[in-house]
């Protein structure tokens, strides 16, 4: 059944009858009738129907405003529009509309809805690195036909970056320079023709290239979107080349920055799906090159390297406090400078950052939460206040993933033979210096070995931070301690461990919390709750645990952290006008998306109707519905929770 409506009388009707709270949204807290006539804009009454329920007539508005946009007077509405199993409601969004919305691309066409950034609301403006003239020209040329867009175009400098040049151009921020190329052209003779390569925004408030998000949104494009998944691991080997690192994201404030290495993950997943092609090695190729440059000068460098453990840290370039948070975030580290000095909260952040006061404790603790932010995992008791002294788990278990990618590649596609040219050699390196697959086979074994020494306990079964300052290992329960399992580096003994122990400590309703409840500790005005601690979960932890339990074949407790986390999705994308967030309060399903800590949650401003839910989460349920069986993905359509699940005989078994 379908019918004709007006459309902005029928959203109006609408929003009036249903939308009590006037949010612009209809969701299980408005008080309406949940009983909206929907009549056809000709009369035909024989075609009107009744629109029943908080999902439905959510669905309605959603329909309506998007016809809206579309700039349509009268719209056809199904009834199967409405009906729509939430389940299968939200593939189809992802796939066909979100993905697209949360593309971009630096270049004349992209740069002015690429630019904008939502968390500084400063005047466009992009860096070109040194090593790529034909970009500042071509940028140049887009400045000088488009004043209107007042674009400001500005070269970095030659040599390493500075803790100090970065802070000095923290007033200026801009957009840093991703790669671009001209399809039809190896050596293009006009620079109007270049054309930047596509990446993956994650959403919200973040309108850049945030390079671990980028690599796990990657994962749920790979059957749709492969050609922007081939952009983006192009435009992290050029990050690499050109920064030193994949950056925590391109902008000019994180350029000391980088973010939790994926690349080899990535591109290998990219090369089984591209082997027919006639480049697919050499970008192969390319992408473990890059990442090896990486593994070299950054992560296995002074200061990140810990010579004694042999394990490595997580301790980026900078000065004062990250330019891209308010200083109300940090509000329980300046408000005894601010007693102090007899300043407001503001005035003691700025007189700190701009040298005018001198404080070593806050020297310390920004040093800090630098390495908190390179982690990705801003912020957890975890790591806040010794991120930069820790061998983290998350950390170590990414560079046993490098080095067994690399030994791999090179043993199985490369003939056992990798040469390195001069634009991927690492310093006092000879150009086309030749690598076999041995020495990173003997790099993972050593780190194998470090791992277990310093990171695994065995009597309480699960893996753990070390402190390479103390020498003592961290007591913080976190869902890293499953990395080992995803990346190959726990023995079978070690598995079944963390499942016995690790399982209990930290999954809940809507499956794994990041951390458990003792790690957070009692949330206090000195202990403010953290968006990565205990209640709350993120894509990227259930991801690993669900894979890494895989392969030690735990399919079903794979099979119920899976189901639990996207039947909990589910429900809050059905009950709250199809809301995809950032993270969610993983013990209880009723408000899971309301998420106050920090920033609070990306994924839930709009109105009417969502348009890009969240990169990762995104990705994780499209990953995670890829790995259920028939009869799960049936049930997680109808919203049947883990329970009612089995105990019908159901079994989410992966």
């Not at 002015?112 to 040194?130: G, N, S, V």
């Not at 945030?210 to 691991?233: Q, R």
């Not at 070593?360 to 908190?372: C, G, M, Q, S, Y």
């Not at 899971?592 to 109707?609: I, L, T």
């Amino acid at each position: 059944m379908s019918i004709s409506v007006e459309v902005d009388r029928a959203m109006q009707d609408l929003l009036q009858h249903e939308d009590t709270d006037h949010d612009g949204l209809i969701t299980v807290d408005d008080n309406g009738p949940k009983d909206f006539p929907l009549a056809d804009y000709s009369d035909q009454r024989d075609t009107d129907f009744a629109v029943r329920g908080v999902y439905q007539l959510s669905n309605l508005l959603q329909e309506l405003f998007l016809a809206q946009k579309r700039n349509l007077k009268t719209v056809t509405i199904k009834r199967s529009q409405l009906e729509e199993s939430p389940g299968h409601r939200l593939v189809r969004l992802i796939k066909t509309s979100w993905w697209d919305n949360l593309t971009r691309r630096i270049d004349a066409e992209g740069i002015e809805r690429a630019a904008p950034d939502p968390k500084m609301k400063d005047a466009p403006r992009i860096y070109i690195p040194p090593g790529a003239p034909e970009q500042f020209a071509y940028y140049s040329q887009v400045a000088k036909e488009r004043p209107g867009m007042g674009l400001d175009v500005q070269w970095l400098p030659q040599g390493k970056m500075t803790a100090d040049f970065i802070q000095g151009i923290n007033h200026k921020p801009g957009i840093l320079a991703l790669d671009m190329g001209a399809p039809q052209l190896k050596v293009p003779a006009d620079p109007k023709q270049l054309q930047g390569f596509p990446f993956i925004v994650p959403g919200g408030c973040f309108n850049e290239l945030y390079n671990w998000d980028a690599c796990f949104c990657a994962l749920g494009m790979l059957d749709t979107h492969l050609h922007v998944v081939k952009g983006i691991v192009k435009n992290l080997i050029f990050e690499i080349k050109h920064y030193g690192k994949m950056l925590n994201a391109n902008r000019s404030y994180y350029l000391g920055r980088a973010q939790p290495p994926f690349l080899t993950w990535l591109a290998l997943k990219v090369f089984e799906r591209t082997k027919h092609e006639p480049d697919a090695l050499e970008n192969l190729k390319s992408a473990i090159l890059a990442a090896r440059k990486e593994y070299h000068e950054w992560w296995t460098s002074i200061p990140r390297l810990d010579e004694r453990s042999g394990l490595s840290r997580y301790r980026p370039i900078g000065k004062g406090s990250p330019p891209e948070c308010r200083p109300i975030v940090f509000t329980h580290v300046f408000t005894p400078y601010a007693k102090k000095y007899g300043m407001n909260l503001k005035e003691v952040h700025d007189a700190y950052n701009d040298g005018k006061i001198t404080e070593p404790d806050l020297d310390i603790f920004f040093d800090h939460d630098r390495a908190v932010r390179e982690s990705g995992h801003d912020t957890s008791n975890r790591v806040e206040g010794v991120c930069a002294d820790l061998a983290t788990v998350d950390l170590n278990c990414l560079l046993y993933q490098i080095e067994d990618d690399i030994c791999l590649v090179i043993e199985k596609y490369l003939g056992d033979r990798l040469v390195v040219p001069s634009e991927f050699t690492v310093t006092g390196e000879k150009a086309d210096t030749i690598e076999s697959s041995r020495v990173w086979c003997e790099r993972r074994s050593k780190r194998k070995a470090a791992i277990d020494r310093y990171l695994w306990n065995d009597e309480k079964g699960m893996y753990f931070d070390y402190n390479t300052v103390t020498r003592q290992q961290s007591t913080a329960e976190s869902a890293t301690c499953f990395w080992p399992l995803w990346c190959g580096a726990a023995d079978s003994r070690q598995a079944a461990q963390v499942v016995k122990r690790g399982i209990p400590r930290l999954e809940c309703i809507g499956g794994l919390s990041s951390t458990s409840p003792e790690t957070r500790g009692t949330v206090s005005a000195s202990n403010p709750q953290k968006q990565w601690d205990y209640p709350y979960g993120w894509a990227p932890h259930q991801i690993l645990a669900w894979d890494g339990l895989k392969r030690y074949e735990y399919h079903d407790e794979a099979g119920r952290l899976l189901y639990r986390w996207l039947h909990m999705m589910t429900r809050t994308f059905q009950d709250w006008n199809g809301t995809v967030c950032e993270k969610y309060d993983v013990t209880q399903l009723e408000r899971s998306h309301e998420v106050e800590a920090e920033y609070g949650n990306q994924g839930r401003d709009f109105k009417y109707a969502p348009q890009e839910g969240f990169g990762w989460t995104n990705a994780s349920y499209i990953y995670g519905t890829s790995l259920l069986g028939e009869d799960a993905r049936a049930a997680l359509a109808k919203s049947l929770s883990y329970e009612e699940f089995t105990e019908g005989g159901g079994k989410a078994h992966l």
